[in-house]
């Protein structure tokens, strides 16, 4: 048994090498299917957050939405509770096991991991930085380029100083959160800070933001929604990095353990461990999430028990349920009924990032000027809905393409800048043996 485990796994670390031994990409009969369908999974609920952001002004974020129906209260009620902060942090951690299955890949060759993962974040960077400026200001990619430089620097650690440092990086912002709020608190008791805030609205400066933004991107020209969304950015990308950097960075380094631990490779060995990881995510994660959706409010001055619980939601209920979703999703993979019906999801996953940017292309068209011009007009409960038409959307398309091709158009682009060398795409046509 040992020796066709290790068979197995030496069969499963091979690569495609050009004829000077590099390391290229993985082919398609070397991927883990478990992952590709996480992935898939992960982008419909990346749709049904962004969804929201890509209907309205980055500023909203610190002044609330105007959508106050019971269907679009639901609506945001459920997305809040449940998708809000727990997809983005399912793709980093998908990101760092990524980066382990790379380092595995490299070693197998005898090759070094750093140069070839510098090119790959360095391409990652550049489209992110493209996504950005040319479509959308809630674009990830940069922050994830910049944070896998952080990534390489752990890359000799052992699973154990991979979770301590995870747990550090999750438990620090709680701490900080924690005690800015408590010192708010006291100081807004005092007389002192009551006078200076007399008459004052904290929130106005965000709402003028916001109606500045609604305007541009609802009736402006595509050019000058561009040069808005600079301005824009110097405010998104810090966010991006500051705020949901430690969670991505944390969620990183736990994948980067997972694909140490070769979790994926033998999930059946390590059912116990999905099964627990289910349990606890579930126990930590939906009491935080819900508290933290019933108990939400944007407002920037409201430094209270409801702020507490959003810090502790965002980097301990949020990810606790991540893991809920990434151990009941590789525990129903492993039944072959529920395989064979997540497959086509898997296919949105083997091409996440034309995906993903895909999104950013069809509902821009469908809400800036330059398109439909529908920005600010769309609800949370119809956000929902298109969220889902879009997705139905996605999932035959992805299928198809990859009929014919090996990688997405994106992720072929990205394989080109990574290994600086044009990459073959098309499938190579089946050929049916003669008969006499």
């Not at 760092?96 to 197998?108: K, T």
């Not at 006291?186 to 800070?193: E, G, I, K, M, V």
């Not at 916001?210 to 009736?219: L, P």
Request: net charge positive.
């Amino acid at each position: 048994m040992a020796v066709a485990w290790r068979l197995r796994k030496e069969r499963s670390n091979m690569t495609i090498t050009d004829t000077a031994g590099q390391v290229g990409p993985v082919a398609a009969e070397e991927r883990i299917e478990t992952l590709d369908i996480l992935r898939g999974f992960a982008l419909f609920g990346i749709l049904l957050v962004n969804m929201a952001f890509f209907n309205t002004a980055f500023f909203t974020l610190f002044t609330g939405t105007p959508w106050t129906s019971l269907p679009d209260r639901l609506a945001s009620g459920f997305i809040r509770a449940f998708a809000e902060g727990k997809f983005y942090t399912i793709f980093s951690f998908l990101f760092g096991l990524g980066f382990a299955l790379i380092m595995q890949r490299s070693a197998a060759r005898d090759r070094p991991v750093v140069p070839l993962y510098v090119r790959r974040l360095l391409a990652l960077l550049l489209i992110g930085i493209a996504h950005a400026v040319l479509l959308w200001y809630g674009d990830i990619l940069v922050t994830y380029a910049l944070l896998g430089f952080v990534l390489l620097l752990f890359r000799n650690c052992r699973p154990r100083t991979l979770l301590i440092w995870a747990a550090v990086l999750l438990l620090l912002p709680v701490l900080v959160g924690s005690a800015f709020i408590a010192l708010f608190t006291a100081l807004q008791n005092t007389p002192a800070f009551q006078e200076g805030m007399a008459g004052s609205d904290p929130t106005a400066l965000y709402r003028e933001l916001a109606a500045t933004a609604t305007a541009i991107y609802s009736e402006g020209s595509y050019g000058e929604i561009v040069q808005h969304r600079l301005g824009e950015l110097l405010w998104v990308l810090p966010f991006g990095l500051f705020v949901q950097g430690w969670g991505v960075l944390a969620m990183f380094l736990l994948g980067l353990y997972a694909g140490k631990r070769e979790l994926f490779r033998d999930v059946e060995a390590h059912r116990p461990l999905f099964r627990r990881l289910l349990i606890w995510g579930l126990v930590i994660g939906l009491p935080l999430n819900l508290l933290s959706a019933v108990l939400y409010n944007p407002q920037m001055q409201s430094f209270s028990a409801a702020s507490l619980v959003g810090v502790v939601n965002t980097y301990i209920g949020a990810p606790a349920l991540s893991f809920a979703y990434i151990a009941a999703v590789t525990l129903l993979v492993q039944r072959d009924v529920w395989r064979r019906r997540l497959a086509p999801i898997g296919s949105v996953g083997r091409m996440a990032l034309t995906n993903y940017l895909l999104q950013s292309l069809i509902c821009t068209t469908l809400f800036y000027g330059y398109g439909l011009g529908l920005f600010g007009q769309v609800g949370p409960a119809v956000g929902l809905v298109l969220s889902v038409v879009i997705y139905a959307i996605q999932v035959p398309w992805s299928v198809w393409w990859l009929q014919r091709f090996q990688y997405g158009p994106m992720e072929w682009l990205w394989r080109v800048l990574t290994y600086g060398r044009r990459q073959p795409i098309r499938r190579a046509p089946r050929t049916t043996a003669a008969t006499t």
